[in-house]
């Protein structure tokens, strides 16, 4: 079955620093991937979209890398703040039948960042 | 504008009751969907929607009932409600069907406890 893994431990990272989080992913072949951030008693919220040609996308100081070889991507941030602590979700389209009928989402990584 | 909006934010019901979780958004998106997400399992797929008059089922259907008859509203009806069915819901809307490359929009949630 579909299968998608991300750090369930939490990620402490000294502000300043390059945070790296970690999306694996089995059983699919996704043209795109998705990376959202969710914080406490709010809904999810897109960050990135990632195509499978591209290996790399950037955004501020955000970069979120693709290996459809590994079956992985990785999400940075570079510079980080207190403010980017949060839980952050890496999804894949599912399929079942003939179309896309949602995202399948990982558990998400829960990232603080220490003053 | 007011993206997606969710009522209730919180509710209880006691076991075998019914109730409907509204979902509006006013981006004129043709894709809504409803997710479930629970503590260690991440977000899961409902039911889904691409357009006024069409729905369909997703992962964990059983139990819930969904309708579209305008593009903004989308409504989840709970039957005869579980405590399986203690959740935080979120309602999602995309533009188009094609959502494997678009950015969903969430709502921030209901929170129903069923005792």
């Known amino acids: 079955s579909q299968k998608i893994e991300q750090n369930s431990e939490a990620l402490n990272i000294q502000e300043g620093k390059t945070a790296t989080l970690t999306c694996n992913y089995t059983?699919?072949?996704?043209?795109?991937l998705q990376w959202y951030r969710q914080d406490p008693g709010r809904g999810p919220v897109f960050l990135l979209l990632?195509?499978?040609?591209?290996k790399e996308k950037r955004k501020e100081r955000l970069k979120v890398t693709f290996d459809t070889t590994l079956k992985q991507s990785l999400f940075h941030i570079t510079a980080s703040q207190p403010a980017d602590s949060a839980t952050y979700l890496c999804a894949l389209t599912s399929y079942s039948g003939g179309g896309a009928d949602g995202l399948t989402f990982g558990k998400g990584t829960h990232l603080i960042i220490q003053p | 504008n007011a993206g997606v909006t969710q009522t209730p934010k919180f509710q209880v019901l006691k076991t075998g009751q019914s109730m409907t979780l509204q979902c509006a958004q006013d981006?004129?998106?043709?894709?809504m969907s409803w997710y479930r997400q629970d503590p260690g399992m991440g977000l899961r797929l409902i039911h889904y929607?691409?357009?006024?008059?069409?729905?369909d089922q997703g992962e964990v259907p059983n139990g819930y009932n969904v309708s579209r008859s305008t593009t903004e509203d989308f409504p989840l009806r709970l039957l005869s409600a579980a405590p399986s069915q203690t959740s935080v819901y979120f309602c999602a809307s995309s533009r188009t069907g094609t959502i494997s490359n678009q950015p969903q929009h969430f709502g921030d949630g209901t929170r129903l406890s069923i005792l």
């Open positions: 929607s691409v357009g006024a008059g069409i729905t």
């Open positions: 059983n699919y072949s996704p043209a795109y």
């Open positions: 990632i195509r499978e040609n591209e």
């Open positions: 981006m004129n998106h043709e894709y």
